[in-house]
């Protein structure tokens, strides 16, 4: 009798040691992905709807990249004139592929250990069979610890939803 | 009668044993803890100031462009003219901002305007600060060209 009630105080203060353990562990792990979160939530917005809003460098309808996607998404063959040289004329497509890319990636070189992803889709699927743009590294979505900003282009045709997911390298 | 005895009380000593080091686990785990909390929670006032300074700088309505609230649209001649008194009596001392277009190295002055692209304000030698940077738009004011820069915000330990 005496031998399993010592047996059981042991038990109860093992079970007691691993319970502080584990509030421990997951007290300060909730602790530091919160502050992160914040700061990085407010990265990637800002770096979303900076590049949406910036200048390609074309005349309409390529004015800024969100024109251009959105003419990339809807405008079938449309062509976009360069401000520089009116000879250089482009699909919308091939100045979304060429500038919104490289756009993300000046502003991440000043953060290399961020990877990125991004994903343009029109809010109803119906439009042209829900087809979508994607740029940069698809592995991002997979990853366990992400940022997603989300920012909707506000047309008349379809609005577009576009993500941008931002994960550690 | 007597083993019996003695195999109770080396069971208490045992049971004081595990009890003591319980109890001695625990207080070095909450003296753990609370160091470890005392460092994550400056991190995180830190964090939070320099979170309400970004957003005080790029939302501000003296340094955007009219009609742009969200994300930042700081506007180049705004910035050009403004100095380091006017956003200390905005939001206190003790910080720096610095506004850097995307390849650009020319610091922006009254008499190389619009041919720059890097403004710095309150910025000392103090070597010793914590700092934070978020992608915003600059509008650039004779071309009406929108680029993307970098806004470092900081403060001085």
């Known amino acids: ?20 353990i584990g509030i421990g562990i997951f007290l300060l792990i909730t602790s530091f992905t919160t502050e992160e ?28 990249v969100a024109d251009t996607v959105y003419c990339a998404m809807t405008g079938l063959g449309k062509q976009c004139r360069y401000l520089r040289d009116d000879t250089v004329k482009k699909d919308c497509g091939e100045v979304s592929d060429e500038i919104t890319p490289q756009l993300i990636r ?22 042209r069979g829900g ?8 592995d991002v979505q997979n990853k366990g610890k992400t940022w997603t900003a989300n920012e909707r282009i506000l047309q008349y045709q379809t609005n577009l939803q576009v993500t941008l997911i931002l994960a550690p390298i | 009668m007597l083993r019996s005895g003695q195999a109770h009380l080396m069971e208490y000593i045992l049971l004081s044993f595990f009890i003591v080091m319980v109890i001695v ?27 309400f300074l970004m957003k005080s700088f790029s939302n501000s309505p003296f340094l955007n462009k009219e009609g742009f609230k969200e994300g930042g649209m700081l506007e180049d ?43 710095k304000f309150c910025k000392t030698d103090n070597p010793e600060f914590i ?19 970098i806004l470092t915000v900081g403060f001085y330990e």
Not at chain 1, 131 to 138: R, V
């Open chain 2, 131 to 149: 700092a934070y940077d978020i992608p915003v738009n600059i509008y650039r004011t004779v071309t009406k060209d929108v680029e993307i820069g």
């Open chain 1, 37 to 64: 979160t914040e700061y990085y939530n407010l990265y990637a917005h800002n770096l979303l709807v900076s590049v949406m809003r910036a200048k390609t460098g074309y005349r309409s309808p390529c004015d800024t």
């Open chain 2, 25 to 51: 686990i625990i207080v070095f785990f909450l003296a753990g803890w609370q160091i470890g909390t005392t460092g994550s929670r400056k991190q995180l006032l830190q964090q939070q100031r320099a979170a």
């Open chain 1, 131 to 138: 087809e979508t743009i994607t740029y940069g590294n698809p």
């Open chain 2, 77 to 119: 001649s705004k910035l050009t003219v403004l100095d380091c008194g006017d956003l200390e009596a905005l939001v206190g001392r003790g910080w720096f901002a610095e506004v850097k277009v995307l390849d650009s190295t020319a610091e922006c002055t009254k008499d190389n305007y619009p041919r720059c692209g890097v403004w």
């Open chain 1, 106 to 127: 000046k502003v991440l070189a000043t953060k290399p250990s961020l990877d990125y992803y991004m994903i343009m889709q029109p809010e109803d699927p119906e439009y």
């Open chain 1, 1 to 20: 009798m005496n031998k399993i009630q010592g047996q059981t105080s042991l038990v109860m203060i093992v079970l007691m040691i691993v319970i502080f």
